[in-house]
């Protein structure tokens, strides 16, 4: 399974951003999937996920209203749309995948076993 993350940047608060994330090298229709995101001297922390169905979206507190997570199984391509950002929304974002993920743990970063490289957001004030 391999994950390449791509579409961070710099940008003004209150811009956009769309973050892509193709995979290949699984059947991307039967993995949950997330986004991640680490901020300097932070944990690493939820963004938003799909259930392996794909029928169910989650996020985080602090995205919920802003970004949207979508995706496109006939690309292998997870998207993560981010609008009205805040410089606290400045970090390393991730792609993740995997096929164990249930309901219960599609937040927790440690559930996953597959990665992208990370895309760098930087959100000035």
């Known amino acids: 399974v391999q994950l390449q993350a791509s579409g961070g940047g710099l940008v003004q608060a209150g811009g956009s951003l769309r973050l892509s994330c193709v995979a290949s090298g699984l059947t991307f229709s039967t993995y949950v999937m997330g986004w991640f995101r680490q901020a300097p001297g932070k944990r690493r922390e939820f963004v938003a996920g799909f259930s392996r169905s794909g029928g169910s979206q989650y996020y985080a507190d602090s995205v919920k209203g802003r970004f949207t997570i979508s995706r496109d199984n006939a690309k292998n391509t997870l998207y993560l749309q981010m609008n009205s950002l805040k410089p606290e929304d400045t970090a390393v974002y991730y792609c993740?995948?995997?096929?164990?993920?249930?309901?219960?743990?599609?937040?927790?970063?440690?559930?996953?076993?597959?990665w992208g490289q990370g895309t760098q957001v930087t959100v000035s004030s």
């Open positions: 993740a995948v995997d096929p164990t993920v249930i309901t219960t743990t599609i937040r927790l970063s440690s559930a996953y076993h597959y």
